[in-house]
């Protein structure tokens, strides 16, 4: 089914002003994954990056996947190649510390396939976990903490229909340690995220008829048995939270943040405003608060907002919960979906010179026309708390431009808060990471995406007067903006005051990742 190739790569290496720089060639942007950083459990240590994508078709009914690790130093790229099935469909990848975890299905075969890979290039181990159904033949995986292993999450069966799923822990060898069915007779239970250190597992849970009709639930299990802990249901009787982040602290509180909508049931349309809520390791509520749109958001975003929207109302979408001190900050952007009536004749080139859409452009529907609307990303908006949940402050960012992109087929459809989450998983929201400087004080990291031919990394400050600073990135020479544009742009955390920024040409099938410093 697969054969596995370790490649020594040819990789121009240079440094320029104190800073390097690595060029990997030969990317084709079909399966291109975009850059992400290796980072540790706590997502604050950088080890280097990674990036895969498909080079060839391989032997018949096969094609090959190339897989690259980049140093922390850019100064040394290893890749190995994998060799899979044509049908296969790459599921996601992660890193625990020690190892990466590259999960595939082959739904041909009614199999899922996983390889472990060190930060050399090595292949530590490979499994096949056999499927009873094709539609069964799909995972999601995250890594454990401190280099544990990883957890798995795969559909499981009821009468030939997936009504639920399994949670297993798996080690670095792919051997399971314990696993987890979890079932209903009616409706549907999913995970739709998972976090984790050495003692506690918590996933989001949901359980539903359908997209319309679901109900949330925060689950703790110990990591290392899967025994639950506790159980949070997510109605606390007027209103319902939805999924954006989770943390837990060294403590093993449970910090989580995002949207909420009135009613017991949701459906990802609209919210109706902002929550945040710590629970006690024991599951206790420790606070809880809500912060509602219409009465003390919108006002403050009237002052700032641009533009009117066609579509679904303005919408926020939290990306980060940070730690400041003696205050928590939530971290979002504003965003709409709207109608977008233009001809394809006249989008579709538009798209194509910008890099700017997300989906298939070629697909058409029964009246031969591409389905499109359009995805606004608006200004930042920072919401801080005190360490008694108290809400002190809510500070907008005004941005000088909003990014808009085109939303093709299967993404169009999606519902604003659903469409947001693939938005962001794609890298197209400017929010990037939080940092602190040789003061210790904290910044955001962000890029401006709003600007298609030149791209742009902005700092804004967490306190004081949120002072703005555009980055000086003094090797985009080297990426040769003439001889082809930029259709991927990547902020990354390196060390220090030091950041890495990824771009990708498709026309040059070229990757180039830099190291710049924000001061």
């Known amino acids: 089914m697969k054969k596995i190739i370790l490649l020594t790569a040819a990789i121009l290496v240079s440094a320029v002003c104190m800073s390097q720089s690595v060029e990997i060639e030969g990317v084709s942007g079909f399966k291109f994954?975009?850059?992400?950083?290796?980072l540790d459990d706590k997502g604050e240590s950088v080890s280097g990056y990674y990036t895969h994508y498909i080079v060839d078709k391989g032997a018949k009914g096969m094609r090959t996947l190339e897989f690259s690790i980049v140093n922390k130093d850019v100064t040394k790229v290893s890749q190995a190649q994998i060799e899979l099935h044509k049908y296969a469909t790459l599921n996601n990848t992660v890193f625990n510390?020690?190892?990466?975890?590259?999960?595939?299905?082959?739904?041909?075969?009614?199999?899922i396939v996983f390889t472990t890979i060190d930060l050399e290039g090595n292949i530590v181990a490979t499994n096949n976990i056999s499927a009873d159904k094709r539609r069964s033949a799909y995972s999601v995986v995250y890594p454990a903490a401190k280099g544990e292993g990883f957890y798995v999450v795969r559909p499981a069966l009821v009468k030939n229909r997936v009504k639920g799923h399994y949670l297993e822990k798996i080690n670095n060898d792919l051997e399971v340690e314990w696993s987890i069915e979890d079932l209903t007779d009616k409706g549907y239970i999913g995970i739709a995220n998972l976090v984790n250190n050495d003692d506690r597992v918590v996933v989001w849970r949901e359980h539903g008829k359908g997209i319309n009709k679901l109900k949330p639930q925060i689950v703790c299990y110990d990591a290392a048995s899967g025994e639950t802990i506790f159980t949070r249901d997510g109605y606390d009787g007027e209103s319902t939270i939805l999924h954006n982040q989770i943390r837990i602290d060294d403590e093993n509180n449970i910090l989580v943040g995002g949207a909420y909508v009135a009613g017991e049931k949701y459906k990802s349309v609209n919210n109706t405003g902002v929550y945040l809520l710590k629970l006690t390791e024991d599951g206790e509520e420790e606070f809880y608060t809500k912060i509602v749109t219409k009465e003390e958001i919108q006002p403050i975003l009237k002052e700032v907002s641009k533009g009117f929207s066609i579509g679904s109302k303005d919408k926020i979408w939290l990306e980060d919960v940070v730690i400041d001190g003696d205050q928590i900050?939530?971290?979002?952007?504003?965003?709409?979906?709207?109608?977008?009536?233009k001809p394809q004749a006249f989008q579709g080139p538009r798209d194509l010179i910008t890099g700017k859409w997300i989906g298939d452009m070629s697909y058409r529907n029964e009246q031969g026309k591409a389905p499109k609307v359009t995805f606004e990303i608006m200004d930042f908006i920072l919401f801080k708390f005190n360490v008694d949940g108290d809400?002190?402050?809510?500070?907008?960012?005004?941005?000088?431009?909003y990014n808009k992109l085109t939303v093709y087929n299967p993404y169009y459809g999606l519902y604003g808060m659903s469409l947001a989450a693939v938005v962001e998983r794609l890298g197209w929201f400017d929010y990037n990471f939080t940092s602190t400087n040789a003061d210790g004080e904290k910044f955001m990291v962000c890029s401006n995406n709003a600007e298609a031919r030149k791209p742009q990394v902005l700092t804004y400050e967490l306190n004081g007067s949120f002072a703005k600073s555009e980055i000086n990135l003094r090797q985009e020479a080297k990426v040769n903006l003439d001889e082809g544009r930029v259709s991927y742009f990547k902020v990354m955390r390196n060390e220090g005051t030091n950041i890495a920024v990824a771009y990708y040409q498709r026309k040059l099938k070229k990757v180039t990742i830099n190291i710049e410093s924000v001061e």
């Open 391 to 401: 809400l002190d402050e809510i500070k907008p960012i005004q941005k000088d431009g």
């Open 97 to 111: 510390g020690k190892n990466f975890l590259i999960s595939y299905d082959d739904r041909k075969n009614k199999q």
């Open 33 to 38: 994954s975009g850059v992400s950083p290796i």
């Open 329 to 341: 900050v939530l971290i979002s952007e504003m965003f709409r979906k709207n109608f977008n009536p």
